[in-house]
C-alpha cells in the first residue's frame, strides 16, 4: 500500500509520490473514491458543509461509513486554492 501514488503540492505545482514518501506538511489532493493514508487531517472537501464520507474497513474491519468535515478557516482557504 505504502507505494501507492497520491497528487501532492510541491514547489507550487502539483506532482505524484508515493505514500511513504509523503511528509508532515505536504497537502494531499485525494480524488472521491479512492484510497488514501489514514493519517491525515481534512482541510477542504468539495462536497456541501466541506462532508467527507471514509470507510476504515482495512484499519478495523468495519464497513460503515464515517463523516468528517473540514474546518471553516481551511474550507474556506482552499475552496479559492483548488479551483
Given at each position: 500500500?505504502?507505494?501507492?501514488?497520491?497528487?501532492?503540492?510541491?514547489?507550487?505545482?502539483?506532482?505524484?509520490?508515493?505514500?511513504?514518501?509523503?511528509?508532515?506538511?505536504?497537502?494531499?489532493?485525494?480524488?472521491?473514491?479512492?484510497?488514501?493514508?489514514?493519517?491525515?487531517?481534512?482541510?477542504?472537501?468539495?462536497?456541501?458543509?466541506s462532508l467527507?464520507?471514509?470507510?476504515?474497513?482495512?484499519?478495523?474491519?468495519?464497513?460503515?461509513?464515517?463523516?468528517?468535515?473540514?474546518?471553516?478557516?481551511?474550507?474556506?482557504?482552499?475552496?479559492?486554492?483548488?479551483?
Open positions: 500500500m505504502n507505494n501507492t501514488s497520491a497528487q501532492v503540492i510541491r514547489n507550487g505545482k502539483w506532482v505524484s509520490v508515493a505514500w511513504k514518501n509523503i511528509r508532515v506538511g505536504d497537502i494531499v489532493k485525494t480524488p472521491s473514491e479512492k484510497q488514501f493514508p489514514c493519517d491525515m487531517v481534512l482541510l477542504h472537501s468539495t462536497e456541501p458543509q467527507c464520507y471514509i470507510q476504515t474497513a482495512s484499519l478495523d474491519g468495519e464497513t460503515n461509513l464515517k463523516n468528517r468535515q473540514g474546518k471553516f478557516l481551511t474550507t474556506r482557504f482552499f475552496f479559492f486554492i483548488l479551483q
